[in-house]
């Protein structure tokens, strides 16, 4: 790509030419064998899958929301149950508790880190236990931009309540946190590659990871329909959830070059703290994590933060805010919130936060460009 071209936010285009070699011969390679359904491409990801990040076990499916259900669905996760998520993530985290009929208690989280706050954990926690009404089951942690929320903390209050722990990693595979990467953090961790996610294919995809035999063995079965040993032997209730093989292809062909994207868009984001870092307010990151930086999301003050996108915009630099408007406050999920000023980070950072272009194609030149406009729009408004 040349330094002159418009700035994207996610630049799935220059990432395609650089591998489309590869990319095209592996899909090509499926074309010919034809074996469209749970072909040889699809084991052969699951196995590289546990060797990037450590998990013994991975079962290969549809999407990320997908893999959250399958999750709650082999944990026999339903109704009666309580289980606690941050309140500030993508609607599908809570989405999935609620088709299983279980209730999403939702928890702030850190003003710092954007991930679930172990303090509130608690005491949401103790909430449920003093009403009565649900049972506590378990923790559904969410790793948000890419950076793996507290897990040593958490896994802590879980042990002390006696809660199952997963680990919703739609925005952080290739994080890690200590000596750990991100699906080796907790009993079961769910993956998307939705084309715009660090490691993406080129439609809908997605992953469990886990190191527990017996519950990959309950989420294969889940994944095609509840089958048993036998080929219509149906065992439980369960889904088609299965990965194309296409897309397993594309994924395989992508995943040699993962770690070097993960050092760019480690680069482009110290270059944006290095240059923003007295302007606004960059990320934060636990002492022990690395993030898969799926977004690099600055905070501005509530009051001025659209009047700086449209600035932003102006000047050729795309921005999102992810997101808009906490779980707790959404229409679908009121009932089950403590409505507005319950949730008080997650209500803020909604107001605050601002997302900047973030891949790993960027160039030296437009990350300059764009930081320059960060400060003219800081200092305009
Ligand atoms: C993207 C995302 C999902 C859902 O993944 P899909 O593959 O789009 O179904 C779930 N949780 C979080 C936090 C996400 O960012």
Redesign the pocket.
């Known amino acids: 790509m040349t330094d002159d071209s418009a700035i994207a936010f996610v630049d799935l285009g220059a990432q395609y030419s650089a591998y489309k070699t590869e990319i095209d011969h592996a899909i090509h390679v499926v074309l010919d064998h034809g074996k469209f359904i749970m072909g040889p491409e699809v084991a052969q990801l699951e196995t590289a899958l546990c060797g990037f990040s450590g998990a013994t076990e991975a079962i290969a499916c549809s999407?990320?929301?997908?893999?959250?259900l399958m999750i709650m669905l082999a944990e026999g996760i339903g109704p009666g149950d309580a289980v606690f998520v941050p309140s500030f993530?993508?609607?599908?985290?809570a989405e999935i508790l609620l088709l299983l009929g279980a209730v999403p208690v939702f928890v702030d989280v850190d003003e710092q880190t954007f991930n679930i706050a172990p303090s509130d954990l608690e005491r949401q926690i103790e909430r449920i236990k003093r009403e009565g009404n649900l049972k506590p089951r378990g923790i559904l942690a969410?790793?948000?931009f890419g950076q793996p929320a507290d897990y040593a903390r958490i896994e802590d209050i879980a042990s002390a309540y006696g809660l199952l722990l997963w680990d919703?990693a739609?925005?952080s595979f290739g994080g890690e946190l200590g000596q750990k990467k991100v699906g080796a953090l907790c009993r079961a961790t769910?993956l998307?590659?939705?084309p715009a996610?660090p490691f993406g294919c080129y439609g809908?995809?997605?992953a469990v990871l886990c190191s527990d035999e017996e519950l990959a063995s309950t989420m294969r079965s889940i994944r095609a329909h509840g089958k048993g040993g036998a080929k219509y032997d149906i065992v439980r209730v369960g889904m088609n959830a299965r990965l194309d093989t296409v897309q397993a292809a594309i994924l395989l062909a992508k995943l040699p070059h993962f770690e070097a994207e993960l050092k760019a868009r480690n680069a482009v984001a110290t270059a944006y703290s290095g240059s923003l870092s007295n302007v606004v307010q960059v990320p934060t990151l636990l002492p022990e994590a690395r993030s898969a930086w799926?977004q690099y999301t600055i905070k501005v003050p509530s009051s001025q933060r659209d009047a700086i996108a449209d600035r932003l915009k102006q000047a050729g630099v795309p921005t999102a805010v992810y997101y808009p408007k906490p779980m707790h406050l959404q229409t679908a999920y009121r009932d089950f919130g403590e409505g507005e000023g319950s949730l008080k980070n997650c209500e803020a950072l909604s107001q605050q936060v601002l997302s900047l272009p973030m891949h790993p194609f960027l160039p030296e030149s437009q990350i300059e460009k764009i930081c320059d406009a960060v400060k003219a729009s800081v200092a305009a408004v």
Request: proline content about 0%; cysteine-free.
């Open positions: 999407n990320g929301t997908d893999a959250l993530t993508f609607t599908a985290t969410v790793d948000l919703d739609a925005q769910s998307s590659f939705f996610k809908d995809g997605g799926a």
